[in-house]
């Protein structure tokens, strides 16, 4: 190698080394910009949940304790609990598990496995789910009150006629969640267990749906969380602001729910049935977070990597 | 060389009678070696090739005096309309390994598919022609696809093993098609068969994912010879495989080729060369738009002929390596 070469490497070599010491300051103050605004806007997220956990923390605190879920209700504040209303949100949501989840993933295995894309009944039952999750919660009490307590089904105000309404209402959410389940089970495997000689219901059945059980389940917790605090499709079909008793089973008598009852406790102008409200908040929440950490947990555990 | 073709040969009482019809005993004269060939492959020639080749050849005449085992003729499938291959006309061979290669989007794996029915689990695709399976028209109206698929089994590019145990994975088959006799036998007798028994006997209920890729296709076969198809489907099953992998898995073909015919698709004209008795070489068309690429079939004979002999020139640039 000449010397006149190797002078011009090693000055290029110095150029570079230089200029590595040197971010630019422009690149640098945007970059930091960014991450602030996108920081903030996580932050903002959760800043209204966390506001509401502590406040009402701060101001239930003194009635989180075993009366209230033991305690009927009452006009007296300091005998009220949410007993009624518990019952009521499990007769409710039992009555969603038992008709939602089996619909919707049932909805979702046609769709997704036996459905012909180019047929136009398939694509106006799937138009027609995309828009139903998309439609107001109290249009759903409306048709609920019209169909189910009153109309041509007819329960009356009963705790299961409010579960078919609710049912209704997730309906869209189960399929939607169930259907991106079995999308995720690749083709490969449907195309595997075919070439053995399955039917595709055989293939459907064995293979695809094990592996989208998890998925299927975690969407359906997270349909169950939102219907657990709906509240206004609830008092159109019948969840009474006020109860005198417990309900004793799903298909008769009044009843209520944890949030109905948490907004008629809110209404109140005694400072007891604000406190009372407050813990029953907690509560709620308490019972949203246990499920939705429940579904994630699902998902990361039983969910098979591809 | 010589003892293991005399021992060939005894296994292979049927194969031995070449001379009677007038053809040339054993055209290029060896049954290959098995050990020196993969180090120099990319340096060899076809002839070379051929030469390497681990198959103990077969005569023209002998392999067309065979059963036909799929007659195909006129053939065109197309995807929404677009055809994707178009007259295909040829006999595949009963207990023959028969090759089809050429370059990407020549249409060999949409053929491939079209043997067992899978194209039909696309909505998109459609299947003019007619594919005779021992003189049985495969796509009538009275046929039904499911039975297809139970005697046409199929192996394909990537390993796809079900999320679930060794053992599970192949009885599957087996139980979906109804397979009589103790299920532990046949699930021994699949992976016996594809030469995985011996490595996995003692997991059969761990996860087949936890096995290596090569395994997982060596699983895939065990699980298609579960259920005693008459035909295996392999589409490109080595392209995602090492070298070690996809020699266990030719080593694997020819010992099949006695009891199973096969049909592989395939990228690699070396694996071409190595394990196939007949070679059907497939090339892309493009329309007078340009617009849309069609799959054609070239040439298609006995293997030895289209490496070292072929009669079509595109077929010969696309072997000896100037195109493609």
């Not at chain 2, 001379?19 to 050990?35: F, H």
């Not at chain 2, 099953?237 to 996809?246: G, K, R, V």
């Not at chain 2, 070396?270 to 070679?279: E, F, K, P």
């Amino acid at each position: 190698m000449t010397t006149a070469v190797r002078k011009t490497q090693d000055a290029a070599r110095e150029a570079t080394v230089a200029k590595l010491g040197q971010i630019p300051t422009g690149d640098r103050i945007r970059g930091l910009a960014f991450k602030l605004l996108v920081l903030t806007s996580a932050i903002l997220g959760v800043a209204g949940l966390l506001a509401l956990i502590i406040q009402s923390g701060v101001v239930g605190a003194e009635r989180l304790n075993l009366d209230l879920f033991t305690q009927g209700p009452s006009s007296l504040a300091e005998e009220g609990g949410f007993l009624a209303g518990i019952l009521g949100t499990l007769f409710v949501i039992g009555g969603v598990l038992v008709t939602a989840v089996p619909l919707g993933i049932g909805a979702a295995i046609y769709l997704e496995e036996f459905a012909k894309k180019e047929n136009w009944f398939n694509r106006l039952i799937e138009l027609n789910i995309q828009n139903l999750a998309a439609v107001p919660s109290i249009v759903f009490g409306i048709l609920g009150l019209g169909l189910i307590v009153r109309g041509p089904i007819g329960l009356g105000g009963v705790a299961f006629a409010g579960s078919l309404t609710l049912a209704l209402l997730v309906l869209p959410t189960v399929i939607l969640a169930s259907r991106e389940a079995l999308r995720a089970v690749p083709t490969s495997i449907r195309e595997g267990a075919m070439a053995l000689g399955a039917t595709r219901w055989q293939a459907v059945r064995h293979q695809v749906l094990p592996s989208a059980v998890p998925g299927m389940a975690t969407g359906s917790i997270l349909a169950l969380s939102r219907a657990i605090g709906e509240t206004a499709p609830l008092l159109l079909v019948g969840a009474a602001v006020f109860v005198t008793a417990n309900p004793d089973n799903p298909f008769e008598g009044a009843y209520t729910v944890l949030p109905v009852q948490i907004y008629n406790y809110v209404a109140r102008p005694q400072e007891e049935f604000q406190v009372l409200a407050a813990a029953g908040i907690i509560v709620l929440l308490i019972v949203l977070i246990v499920m939705n950490s429940g579904a994630i947990w699902l998902r990361n555990r039983f969910a098979t990597r591809w | 060389m010589a003892d293991e073709r005399i021992r060939d040969q005894k296994t292979q009482p049927g194969l031995v009678s070449n001379g009677a019809d007038g053809a040339p005993d054993d055209p290029l004269g060896s049954g290959g070696d098995q050990d020196d060939g993969k180090a120099e492959e990319a340096l060899a020639s076809p002839q070379r090739l051929v030469e390497q080749s681990r198959a103990e050849k077969q005569s023209i005449g002998e392999i067309r005096s065979r059963d036909v085992m799929f007659a195909i003729s006129d053939v065109k499938v197309s995807y929404n309309g677009v055809a994707a291959v178009r007259d295909i006309h040829f006999d595949i061979y009963d207990k023959t390994i028969t090759a089809l290669i050429g370059p990407s989007g020549c249409g060999k794996s949409t053929l491939i598919r079209c043997l067992n029915r899978t194209n039909d689990l696309i909505p998109t695709a459609a299947v003019e022609g007619e594919i005779l399976y021992h003189g049985q028209n495969m796509y009538g109206d009275e046929i039904d696809a499911v039975e297809v698929r139970k005697r046409i089994g199929m192996v394909f590019q990537k390993p796809n093993p079900f999320p679930k145990s060794i053992y599970d994975n192949i009885a599957f088959g087996p139980r979906v098609v109804g397979t009589q006799g103790d299920m532990d036998e046949i699930v021994e007798r699949a992976l016996t068969r594809a030469a995985l028994w011996d490595e996995v006997k003692d997991r059969m209920k761990e996860n087949a994912f936890g096995m290596s890729g090569g395994q997982q296709q060596r699983l895939c076969i065990a699980r298609a010879l579960a259920t005693d198809p008459d035909v295996l489907l392999m589409d490109e099953p080595c392209s995602a495989l090492d070298p070690i992998s996809t020699g266990r898995i030719e080593d694997l073909m020819l010992e099949l080729r006695e009891e199973v015919s096969i049909v592989i698709v395939t990228h690699n004209m070396q694996q071409a060369a190595r394990v196939s008795d007949m070679t059907a070489f497939f090339m892309v068309e493009l329309d007078e738009g340009e617009k849309h690429r069609t799959g054609r079939m070239v040439e298609y004979d006995q293997t030895e002929q289209i490496f070292t002999n072929p009669s079509n020139s595109q077929t010969e640039e696309y072997v000896t390596g100037k195109v493609g």
